[in-house]
């Protein structure tokens, strides 16, 4: 199960911490991965992190922006957001890939995460 939190209202070039806490899943070989859905679009790949190396990969639209950690004690993966900006608003999803997969094409399609956590709106004013 995945719960994920801390979204909010914020203006253009604030700063936002999201939480996803993990339980009941092993995730020592996992990817975790946060991805993002606004309005009338499709669900788009943010960031992953491969769980036992805390290597971190980002999309092109956040790379510098937005920071993955997590507190392995927690079973906790983060999403620090910086510099936001209106076009960032969306609803904000953790999941996670049982496997890390070595194929980087791989990490950006939602259909390679089996678990998904409910998702925590992110608002973003101008």
């Known amino acids: 199960q995945l719960q994920a939190s801390g979204g909010g209202l914020v203006q253009a070039g604030d700063s936002l911490r999201l939480s996803c806490a993990a339980s009941?899943?092993?995730?020592?070989?996992?990817?975790m991965g946060w991805f993002r859905q606004a309005p009338g679009k499709e669900r788009e790949f943010v960031g992953v992190?491969?769980?036992?190396?805390?290597?971190?990969y980002y999309a092109d639209s956040v790379k510098g922006r937005f920071t993955i950690s997590r507190d392995s004690g927690k079973n906790t993966i983060y999403l620090q957001m910086d510099s936001l900006k209106p076009e960032d608003t969306a609803v904000y999803h953790c999941?996670?890939?049982?496997?890390?997969?070595?194929?980087?094409?791989?990490?950006?399609?939602?259909?390679?995460?089996?678990?998904w956590g409910q998702g925590t709106q992110v608002t973003v004013s101008s």
């Open positions: 999941a996670v890939d049982p496997v890390w997969n070595v194929d980087p094409r791989a990490w950006s399609r939602p259909d390679s995460y089996s678990y």
């Open positions: 009941g899943l092993s995730l020592g070989s996992a990817g």
């Open positions: 992190m491969r769980w036992s190396m805390a290597r971190t």
